[in-house]
Structures are given as C-alpha cells and as structure tokens.
C-alpha cells in the first residue's frame, strides 16, 4: 500500500514526461543564435532647447550590439548568416506620451558593423514602424561560428530630423510631452533549411 500511495498515476505520468522530454533535450543538436546587448538598452532623447527641436536629434552611438551564431552541424540546416530586423514592440502603433502621440517614423534606426561583420550590408536608416523591418544582412557561405566579442553592430537613432536634411520631419509645431516607446530586434538565422 505504501508503494501505490507514493507512485500515484499522476506522479508516473509525470515522471515518464520527464523522462522523455529529457530524452529529447539530449537528441537534438539546435543552430544558436543570440543577440547581446552590450550597452545602449534604454535611450531618452531629450528636445531641451529650440535647436534639437528644429534640428532634430541623432545618436550614433545609441546601442551596441554583440551577435553570437552557432551552426550544429545538422543536416539540412546550414547557417550562412543572418537578418537583422527591428519594429515597435507590440505593434504599437504611435510613440505615445502622456497626453499626447506622435507618428511612429518620426523615429529612424540604422546598423552598422563594428568588428567583424565587414562583409555585411546595412541598409541606412529605416522608419520606426509596426512591421518587421530589414536593418542588416550578413551572409558567409564558408560558414565560420559568431562570437559576440568579435562580431557586433552599432545601433543610430535619427528623431526630428527635417526633411531638407534627410529627415521625417521636425517636431516643431508638435505638442510638448514625455513620449515613451519600445523597439525590438529580432536576429534572423539565414541559409539552407531556415
């Protein structure tokens, strides 16, 4: 009776599932792919004089990312680089502040390589919008794994800019207001099998 009451059914079934998914867990050989930020997790960028509010602002220096890839080895799923892509977390559809929003492509990304990534391709600046959008590719077919310490990018920030200068548009004429948004990136293994 003791032996019954301490292996319940529930307690078996339990235990065959971890059994088993363990089983699987040391099967499977996985591509890794991560994406390291090294500095530049949250950015304010402050319009505190009539300057930056015509001018705009730019920050070059915004993020610094580190790219580690890792290719398994398995059949049929070669790495051969990556995508890089960014958006508005959430699909947030305006950079919302406490009254008041403003357009989301206001705000402008772009990557650039770093170190090690020379053979990349960065696509310049791109609007903030609530669809995945390209910033960097890097392709190797003579696949060699990605560490972070050797292989980054740099993330640049472009908000208010006019548009004689290249720009969205400045925010002069736009209401004063503590605005907030999220931006993710997503790192996009590339190559046979993806």
Not at 30 to 37: C, E, F, G, I, Q
Not at 50 to 78: R, W, Y
Request: with cysteine; proline share 4%; net charge negative.
């Amino acid at each position: 009776m003791f032996i019954i009451s301490l292996f319940s059914p529930k307690t078996i079934i339990l235990a065959l599932l971890i059994w088993f998914g363990s089983g699987f867990l040391f099967s499977q050989e996985w591509n890794a792919a991560r994406l390291n930020v090294l500095y530049g997790s949250s950015l304010p960028l402050n319009f505190s004089n009539l300057g930056k509010i015509k001018n705009g602002i730019e920050v070059q220096t915004g993020t610094h990312f580190g790219i580690s890839l890792a290719d398994s080895s398995q059949l049929g799923h070669d790495l051969e680089g990556f995508e890089l892509y960014f958006r508005a977390f959430n699909n947030q559809a305006n950079i919302k502040g406490d009254v008041y929003v403003l357009p989301l492509n206001k705000i402008r990304v772009k990557a650039e390589n770093v170190i090690g990534l020379e053979s990349g391709t960065s696509y310049g600046y791109k609007d903030l919008s609530t669809d995945w959008v390209l910033l960097f590719s890097y392709t190797n077919t003579n696949w060699v794994d990605l560490n972070w310490a050797n292989n980054q990018l740099n993330i640049s920030y472009e908000c208010g800019k006019p548009e004689s200068e290249g720009g969205n548009g400045s925010l002069m004429g736009e209401d004063p207001d503590y605005y907030n948004i999220e931006i993710e990136f997503e790192l996009v293994p590339t190559g046979p099998g993806f």
